[in-house]
Protein backbone atom coordinates (compact mmCIF):
# COMPACT_ATOMS: atom_id res chain seq x y z
CA UNK A 1 0.00 0.00 0.00
CA UNK A 2 1.48 3.13 -1.21
CA UNK A 3 0.60 6.86 0.25
CA UNK A 4 1.48 10.06 -0.53
CA UNK A 5 4.03 11.07 2.19
CA UNK A 6 7.39 9.11 2.97
CA UNK A 7 8.18 8.56 6.70
CA UNK A 8 10.09 5.73 7.78
CA UNK A 9 8.51 2.60 9.01
CA UNK A 10 10.19 -0.84 10.20
CA UNK A 11 8.22 -4.35 9.92
CA UNK A 12 7.99 -7.26 12.07
CA UNK A 13 6.80 -10.79 11.75
CA UNK A 14 3.29 -11.93 13.80
CA UNK A 15 3.39 -14.99 15.70
CA UNK A 16 1.76 -16.62 12.80
CA UNK A 17 4.22 -15.26 10.63
CA UNK A 18 1.64 -12.59 9.46
CA UNK A 19 3.59 -9.55 8.32
CA UNK A 20 2.98 -5.90 10.43
CA UNK A 21 4.59 -2.51 9.30
CA UNK A 22 4.14 -0.25 11.53
CA UNK A 23 4.42 3.86 10.74
CA UNK A 24 6.23 6.79 12.42
CA UNK A 25 4.34 9.83 11.71
CA UNK A 26 5.67 11.90 14.46
CA UNK A 27 5.26 12.52 17.75
CA UNK A 28 2.50 10.40 19.20
CA UNK A 29 0.78 9.61 15.33
CA UNK A 30 1.86 6.05 14.41
CA UNK A 31 -0.22 4.33 11.81
CA UNK A 32 0.16 -0.10 11.88
CA UNK A 33 -0.72 -2.21 8.95
CA UNK A 34 -1.41 -6.07 9.62
CA UNK A 35 -2.79 -7.87 6.46
CA UNK A 36 -3.98 -4.44 4.59
CA UNK A 37 -5.83 -3.45 8.05
CA UNK A 38 -5.19 -0.25 8.65
CA UNK A 39 -5.10 1.04 12.50
CA UNK A 40 -4.16 4.86 12.93
CA UNK A 41 -2.96 6.25 16.64
CA UNK A 42 -3.73 9.92 17.94
CA UNK A 43 -3.67 11.13 14.46
CA UNK A 44 -3.26 14.42 14.49
CA UNK A 45 -3.74 17.25 11.46
CA UNK A 46 -0.77 19.40 12.76
CA UNK A 47 1.83 16.81 12.11
CA UNK A 48 0.53 15.51 9.19
CA UNK A 49 -1.86 15.62 6.30
CA UNK A 50 -4.42 12.77 6.72
CA UNK A 51 -6.18 13.58 3.18
CA UNK A 52 -2.87 11.70 1.27
CA UNK A 53 -3.25 8.53 3.90
CA UNK A 54 -5.41 5.13 3.21
CA UNK A 55 -8.63 5.35 5.36
CA UNK A 56 -8.56 3.64 8.59
CA UNK A 57 -10.29 0.72 9.78
CA UNK A 58 -9.24 1.39 13.43
CA UNK A 59 -8.13 4.29 15.40
CA UNK A 60 -7.54 4.60 18.92
CA UNK A 61 -7.39 8.46 20.50
CA UNK A 62 -5.16 7.78 23.85
CA UNK A 63 -6.52 11.28 25.39
CA UNK A 64 -7.97 14.98 25.07
CA UNK A 65 -5.07 16.53 24.10
CA UNK A 66 -4.60 18.32 20.64
CA UNK A 67 -1.60 16.72 19.65
CA UNK A 68 -3.50 13.47 20.03
CA UNK A 69 -7.24 14.63 19.55
CA UNK A 70 -8.32 16.02 16.21
CA UNK A 71 -11.42 15.99 14.45
CA UNK A 72 -9.79 16.73 11.30
CA UNK A 73 -8.02 13.90 11.26
CA UNK A 74 -10.17 11.81 12.15
CA UNK A 75 -12.86 12.84 9.59
CA UNK A 76 -10.63 12.39 6.59
CA UNK A 77 -9.19 8.92 8.09
CA UNK A 78 -13.04 7.56 8.72
CA UNK A 79 -14.40 5.80 6.01
CA UNK A 80 -18.48 3.72 6.92
CA UNK A 81 -17.09 0.96 9.16
CA UNK A 82 -14.09 2.29 10.88
CA UNK A 83 -13.94 1.57 14.67
CA UNK A 84 -13.29 4.69 16.80
CA UNK A 85 -12.16 3.94 20.47
CA UNK A 86 -10.91 6.27 22.71
CA UNK A 87 -11.25 7.65 26.28
CA UNK A 88 -14.25 9.17 27.80
CA UNK A 89 -13.18 12.76 28.06
CA UNK A 90 -12.01 12.48 24.37
CA UNK A 91 -15.50 11.36 23.24
CA UNK A 92 -17.17 13.97 25.18
CA UNK A 93 -14.49 16.56 23.64
CA UNK A 94 -14.84 15.16 19.76
CA UNK A 95 -18.94 15.86 20.62
CA UNK A 96 -20.12 13.08 17.40
CA UNK A 97 -21.91 10.92 19.29
CA UNK A 98 -19.54 8.71 16.96
CA UNK A 99 -16.83 5.99 18.75
CA UNK A 100 -16.92 3.53 21.61
CA UNK A 101 -15.35 4.64 24.91
CA UNK A 102 -12.66 2.34 27.09
CA UNK A 103 -11.95 2.15 30.16
CA UNK A 104 -8.66 1.59 32.25
CA UNK A 105 -8.89 -2.08 32.61
CA UNK A 106 -11.72 -2.34 29.81
CA UNK A 107 -11.08 -5.19 27.24
CA UNK A 108 -12.43 -5.40 23.65
CA UNK A 109 -11.97 -8.05 20.66
CA UNK A 110 -12.17 -6.36 17.54
CA UNK A 111 -11.74 -9.34 15.54
CA UNK A 112 -10.42 -12.89 15.45
CA UNK A 113 -6.68 -11.44 15.31
CA UNK A 114 -6.87 -7.93 17.09
CA UNK A 115 -7.54 -7.13 20.37
CA UNK A 116 -7.12 -4.17 22.69
CA UNK A 117 -7.00 -3.53 26.39
CA UNK A 118 -6.86 -0.13 27.64
CA UNK A 119 -4.30 0.96 30.29
CA UNK A 120 -3.67 3.85 32.88
CA UNK A 121 -1.48 6.65 31.63
CA UNK A 122 -0.91 9.26 33.63
CA UNK A 123 1.64 11.77 35.88
CA UNK A 124 2.46 10.83 39.26
CA UNK A 125 5.77 13.44 39.67
CA UNK A 126 4.51 16.21 42.47
CA UNK A 127 3.06 19.32 40.78
CA UNK A 128 3.07 17.76 37.24
CA UNK A 129 -0.43 15.38 38.25
CA UNK A 130 -2.99 17.71 36.07
CA UNK A 131 -1.02 17.20 33.06
CA UNK A 132 -2.54 13.53 32.89
CA UNK A 133 -4.89 12.82 35.68
CA UNK A 134 -5.10 9.61 37.30
CA UNK A 135 -8.03 7.19 35.37
CA UNK A 136 -9.01 9.92 32.87
CA UNK A 137 -6.30 9.15 30.24
CA UNK A 138 -5.83 5.42 28.22
CA UNK A 139 -2.45 3.98 27.02
CA UNK A 140 -3.19 0.50 24.96
CA UNK A 141 -1.79 -2.81 24.36
CA UNK A 142 -2.89 -4.33 21.24
CA UNK A 143 -2.49 -8.04 20.43
CA UNK A 144 -2.43 -8.43 16.88
CA UNK A 145 -2.21 -12.38 15.54
CA UNK A 146 -0.17 -12.48 18.50
CA UNK A 147 2.15 -9.77 18.55
CA UNK A 148 1.81 -7.30 21.43
CA UNK A 149 1.98 -3.76 20.89
CA UNK A 150 1.98 -1.43 23.86
CA UNK A 151 1.68 2.21 23.21
CA UNK A 152 2.02 4.39 26.40
CA UNK A 153 0.20 7.50 25.81
CA UNK A 154 1.06 10.27 28.11
CA UNK A 155 2.19 8.94 30.97
CA UNK A 156 5.46 8.36 33.68
CA UNK A 157 6.99 5.08 35.20
CA UNK A 158 3.66 4.16 36.79
CA UNK A 159 3.86 0.79 38.70
CA UNK A 160 0.97 -0.53 36.93
CA UNK A 161 3.07 -0.89 34.06
CA UNK A 162 4.91 -4.28 35.84
CA UNK A 163 1.52 -5.70 35.35
CA UNK A 164 1.97 -5.60 31.43
CA UNK A 165 3.33 -8.75 30.63
CA UNK A 166 4.74 -10.41 27.24
CA UNK A 167 5.13 -6.98 25.63
CA UNK A 168 7.17 -7.38 22.02
CA UNK A 169 6.99 -3.87 20.77
CA UNK A 170 6.51 -0.61 23.61
CA UNK A 171 6.52 3.24 22.97
CA UNK A 172 6.72 5.25 25.63
CA UNK A 173 7.31 9.25 26.37
CA UNK A 174 10.24 11.20 26.90
CA UNK A 175 8.65 15.09 26.84
CA UNK A 176 9.26 16.60 30.00
CA UNK A 177 7.62 17.72 31.92
CA UNK A 178 4.10 16.14 30.51
CA UNK A 179 5.81 13.45 30.28
CA UNK A 180 8.92 11.21 31.21
CA UNK A 181 12.48 11.89 31.81
CA UNK A 182 15.09 10.14 30.35
CA UNK A 183 15.67 7.98 34.02
CA UNK A 184 12.32 7.33 34.05
CA UNK A 185 11.96 5.84 30.54
CA UNK A 186 14.45 3.38 31.50
CA UNK A 187 12.94 2.66 34.23
CA UNK A 188 9.71 1.65 33.09
CA UNK A 189 11.73 -0.17 29.91
CA UNK A 190 12.68 -2.30 32.52
CA UNK A 191 9.54 -2.60 34.18
CA UNK A 192 8.27 -3.36 31.06
CA UNK A 193 11.08 -5.34 28.96
CA UNK A 194 9.77 -5.32 25.83
CA UNK A 195 11.88 -7.16 22.89
CA UNK A 196 11.83 -3.73 21.00
CA UNK A 197 11.50 0.18 22.62
CA UNK A 198 10.71 2.87 20.72
CA UNK A 199 10.81 6.41 22.53
CA UNK A 200 8.23 8.62 20.91
CA UNK A 201 6.92 12.04 21.57
CA UNK A 202 10.46 13.28 22.92
CA UNK A 203 10.65 16.88 21.70
CA UNK A 204 14.20 18.11 22.07
CA UNK A 205 15.08 15.52 24.89
CA UNK A 206 18.25 13.43 23.72
CA UNK A 207 16.96 10.17 23.78
CA UNK A 208 20.17 8.59 22.78
CA UNK A 209 20.74 8.39 26.65
CA UNK A 210 18.08 6.06 26.90
CA UNK A 211 19.86 3.49 24.64
CA UNK A 212 22.74 4.21 26.31
CA UNK A 213 20.88 3.20 29.39
CA UNK A 214 19.55 -0.07 28.36
CA UNK A 215 22.85 -1.44 26.56
CA UNK A 216 23.19 -4.80 27.84
CA UNK A 217 19.55 -4.89 29.19
CA UNK A 218 18.45 -7.06 26.39
CA UNK A 219 16.03 -4.34 25.07
CA UNK A 220 16.74 -3.31 21.74
CA UNK A 221 16.11 0.17 21.75
CA UNK A 222 15.30 1.68 18.35
CA UNK A 223 15.09 5.80 17.19
CA UNK A 224 13.15 7.16 14.84
CA UNK A 225 11.87 10.87 14.07
CA UNK A 226 9.34 10.63 16.97
CA UNK A 227 9.47 14.57 18.29
Known sequence: MVFAQNYQSDTFETKNHGQLTITFVKHASLMINFDNYIIQIDPTSMFADYSTFPKADLILITHEHADHLDAKAIGALTKTNTMLVMNESS????GTGKGRIMK???????NSKISIEAVPAYNITKGHEDFHPRHRDNGYVLTIDGLR???????????????????????????QPYSMTVAQAINAAKMISPKVLYPYHFGKTDVKQIQEGLKNSGIE?????MQ
Open 91 to 94: YKIL
Open 104 to 110: NGDKLEV
Open 149 to 175: IYISGDTEDIPEMKNLKDIDIAFLPVN
Open 221 to 225: VRLRE
